[in-house]
């Protein structure tokens, strides 16, 4: 069971959401790809991944993983999203359904980048690496997803 | 995904690389957002003036969880941002925040005023606080009047 208000999150947003936030992540990533390629564009993302949300991979190391499963609840409902989480021992599966943020993007812009579903998959890598755990993100269709968080074998 | 509650602390670490690459850099990117922004608000400010900018930062205000007064006179528009939750998300973080990071609204800003032809005075006050003082004019002169009394006023690319 994850709580749906946990106090241990280190950014535990509350008040309204602000969806168009997705749409200039969009822009961002157009934008920096086209200028610097996808490489800088990934180094951003494993600076966010390490640097931003380094208290979850503090937990991650010393072996807590419901934190990222506690992050996962509390955002994704903020976001509305369709989503579920299994959780099992040293192994939690997020299955996104539709993801309100691409479809957001999608009818604010018509044409999501290519690349919009990296800020999760290189975050999720960025906030693994070093751990003893992986987290693999799998791109199921358009706007849904499965993160998976498990041992390193 | 970035949750759009983080979107500022993954904004912050962009402003950080692109600071690196030098200032047109910098500057080639705020102008890119606020072609993206021209979205939400080019038609509204052109159509309704001062009005329209009012409407937009209200729902701004709300959607955003500013802590924002918002003042609309017969020649100007004042945002006064008490608690601005941008710089406060990029200052309770665990990256570290980029020292300007207040520039880049300006940035945005100040090209679609000069797209519509309005008069921004941008003064962020002091880099380190979230709180800033905006004054938009469609009078240029009384614009340039409103300059004198910034403690820390902004520039943006192109500014007209």
Known sequence: ?153 | MIPSDHFTRFYNEVFKFLEKQGEEDLKKYWLEISKNQEKHTLELFKEKGLQGMYEYWDHIRIEENCDLDLKLEEDNLELKMNVCPSLSKVLDNDAEPMKRYCDHCAGWIGPIMDKVGYHLVYDVIDRNQPRCVVKIFKDKKKALEEEKNARLLMDWPGKK
């Not at chain 1, 168009?20 to 966010?48: L, P, Q, R, S, W």
């Not at chain 1, 609840?73 to 309100?100: M, P, W, Y």
């Open chain 1, 1 to 153: 069971m994850i709580d749906k208000n946990p106090i241990s999150l280190r950014y535990r947003d509350k008040g309204n959401v602000h969806m168009d936030f997705h749409g200039a992540t969009n822009t961002t990533i157009n934008f920096i790809i086209e200028k610097y390629g996808i490489e800088t564009m990934n180094d951003i993302f494993k600076k966010v991944g390490n640097d931003v949300y380094a208290d979850i991979k503090k937990h991650i190391q010393s072996g807590n993983i419901n934190m990222l499963a506690e992050h996962w609840q509390h955002f994704f409902d903020r976001e509305g999203a369709d989503f579920s989480i299994s959780i099992k021992e040293n192994e939690i599966i997020l299955t996104v359904k539709r993801c309100t943020a691409y479809e957001h993007v999608k009818k604010l812009v018509g044409k999501v980048s290519p690349n919009f579903c990296d800020q999760t998959i290189k975050t999720n890598e960025a906030i693994a690496e070093g751990t003893p755990y992986e987290i693999k993100t799998e791109i199921l269709g358009e706007a849904s997803c499965k993160q998976i968080i498990r041992k390193r074998l």
